[in-house]
């Protein structure tokens, strides 16, 4: 069975025949913000001031197998395996065995094992983003009310806060958590809106002229 990854617009077996055969996905690390007070056996853990937790990359390793039907041929297909995996930077790396999400993966290191002239087992690390992304956008689309507010909810499936996109056809405000937010007509980002993990109550603020506001987040999850 052919088992392999996909990083760009090329695949690992098609492009390289490098078959994929073991794999670990690493789970991300606390970061960890502490402080201690002189004179005191006391530890003031600061992590989630800010009302989250954080966390330190990930790493991914692969064992890949590859061969050729002359040692030259094999030290070909490893150098061209190796200048594609060695640019890989804060790139899309698609695994088949997690259907629906893809890490954003950076190349760490490779070793090659060649235990016969006409084959080796390939190692390669890459160190990722903490939470894998979903493959497909949440959207969520909204008619403008033209008399009074409208309330809606947005569920975010995501591991943690995520911060979405907004595209708006008229300019509109909304309240969230109780505080308004403005947004210009087209599409806006701000890193003060962030939707928690879970239910999101907005409450949309009448246009006279009506129009749409469209949210839209790329789910994170562990």
């Not at 098609?14 to 055969?21: G, Q, R, T, Y």
């Not at 939470?131 to 959207?139: E, G, H, W, Y």
């Not at 909204?142 to 947005?154: D, K, L, R, W």
């Not at 006279?208 to 987040?217: D, H, N, P, Q, V």
Request: hydrophobic share 35%; no cysteine.
């Amino acid at each position: 069975m052919i088992d392999q990854l996909r990083i760009g617009n090329k695949y690992s077996y098609d492009d390289f025949e490098a078959n994929v055969k073991e794999r670990k996905i690493g789970s991300p690390k606390k970061k960890v913000i502490k402080d201690t007070v002189p004179f005191s056996n006391n530890t003031y853990d600061f992590s989630n001031i800010n009302g989250e937790l954080y966390w330190e990359e990930r790493t991914l390793k692969y064992i890949l197998e590859m061969d050729a039907t002359t040692p030259e041929e094999l030290e070909e297909k490893k150098s061209a395996f190796s200048s594609w995996v060695m640019n890989v930077l804060k790139e899309k790396l698609y695994d088949p065995f997690i259907e629906d999400y893809h890490f954003l993966a950076t190349f760490a290191d490779i070793d090659f094992d060649d235990r016969e002239i006409e084959k080796t087992t390939v190692t390669v690390n890459f160190t990722a983003y903490p939470f894998m992304l979903s493959n497909a956008k949440r959207v969520f689309n909204y008619n403008i009310p033209t008399a009074s507010e409208e309330v809606v909810q947005i569920q975010n499936n995501s591991s943690h806060k995520v911060t979405p996109t907004l595209i708006a056809s008229v300019p509109v405000s909304f309240s969230y958590g109780g505080t308004t937010y403005s947004i210009k007509e087209g599409e806006s980002t701000s890193d003060s809106f962030r939707l928690e993990a879970g239910v999101n109550v907005l409450k949309i603020q009448p246009v006279a002229t009506g129009g749409t506001l469209r949210i839209e987040y790329v789910e994170e999850v562990f």
